[in-house]
C-alpha cells in the first residue's frame, strides 16, 4: 500500500473517532449519566428507570457537589464531574465548576406567599372607628404576619448543575403615609431573627399627631358618614430576604436579596377637633350614635 493511501485511511481513522467520541459524549448529557458502580448509563424520568444501558466508549458522570469555591466566606458550592471510560471504568478526565447561588426562582416563590397573606393587619389607637384628635398622638403598629420560613426552589446553572436554593423572607420595614403631607418610616426587622418592634399597644412602631382636621386639610365631608371628613391613611409593609445554597452537609451563607417587595393597604379616619362647651346644668346631651364604615 502506498504512502499516500496510508495517510488517507490514517486520516479516515481520526476522523471516525472523533465523531464517535463526540457523539458519546452527548449522549450523556440530558437526563442520562454514567454511573460507575452500576458501570453503564442511568437515566431520570423518562429514560432508563435507573438501569443500566449499554454505554458507549466515553460517558460523563453526573455532577456532585465537592466543596466551596472560595473560603472562608462559602458564598459558592464547587462541582465537579469524570469523563469515564467505559472499556476499564477508568476515569479519564475531570471537569470542575463554581456555581453561584440564583435568587431570583427563591425570591418569586418568596414573594408570592408574601403577597398571598393578605390585607396587612395593622392597627391604630385610637382606634379607627373612632379617628384621630388633633393635637393627640395617634399609635400606629402592625400585628401580623413578619416572617416566611424558608421555601426551597431547584435551579439548573447553564452549565447542567442542578441545585437547591433555600430563601427566607421578613419585614424590612414599614412606612405609613398619614395623608397630611408626612410619612413616618420605621424598620421593623434588622435581620430574619432580629426583630425591632412586637406590633403591639406598648411598643407601636410610629406614632403621628396631626395639627389640623381632614376638612381644614381639604378633605370634603361626607354627609352620608357622619357629616365628617375622612383622611386617607396607607400602611406599605417592604418584604426582603435572603437565600443559600444546601447540598448535603455544604451550605453557603445567607446572602441578601438585592429585590424587595412592597405590599400597601389604605383605610380613611376622621381627623377631628375636641372643643370644650358651657352647657347649664338643665341641658341634656344626646348620645351620638352616628357611626361610619
Sequence with gaps: MSARRWAIVLITLTLALTTSSSAALGQADGDCHYDPVLKGMVCGEGGDAGDPGTPPEYLWDSWAASGYCALPSETSILWERHLWRVADHVPVETQ??????????????????????????????????????????????????????????????????????????????????????????????????????YGDFDNPEAQHTYEHTSDSQGYPIDPDRCGL????????????????????????????????????????????????????????????????S
Excluded: K
Aim: with cysteine; charged share 20%; aromatic share 10%.
Design 229 to 292: 371628613a375622612f383622611t386617607p391613611v396607607s400602611v406599605t409593609l417592604t418584604w426582603t430576604g435572603e437565600y443559600r445554597t444546601v447540598e448535603g452537609i455544604l451550605q453557603t451563607t445567607w446572602t441578601p436579596v438585592p429585590a424587595n417587595l412592597d405590599i400597601t393597604e389604605t383605610f380613611e379616619i376622621p381627623v377631628r377637633e375636641i372643643r370644650s362647651a358651657l352647657i347649664s346644668e338643665d341641658s341634656q346631651l344626646e348620645d351620638d350614635e352616628c357611626t361610619w
Design 96 to 197: 470542575v465548576t463554581c456555581v453561584e447561588p440564583d435568587w431570583e426562582e427563591v425570591w418569586n416563590e418568596i414573594a408570592e406567599v408574601a403577597a398571598a397573606i393578605g390585607v396587612p393587619q395593622f392597627d391604630v389607637a385610637p382606634p379607627d372607628h373612632f379617628g384621630a384628635v388633633v393635637g393627640s398622638p395617634m399609635l400606629l403598629w402592625y400585628s401580623g404576619q413578619s416572617q416566611i420560613q424558608p421555601i426551597t426552589a431547584t435551579v439548573t446553572d447553564p452549565t447542567g448543575v442542578v441545585y437547591s436554593v433555600e430563601g427566607r423572607g421578613w419585614i424590612e420595614q414599614i412606612t405609613w403615609d398619614m395623608g397630611d403631607g408626612s410619612e413616618v418610616t420605621s424598620t421593623y426587622r434588622d435581620g430574619f431573627d432580629t426583630a425591632t418592634f
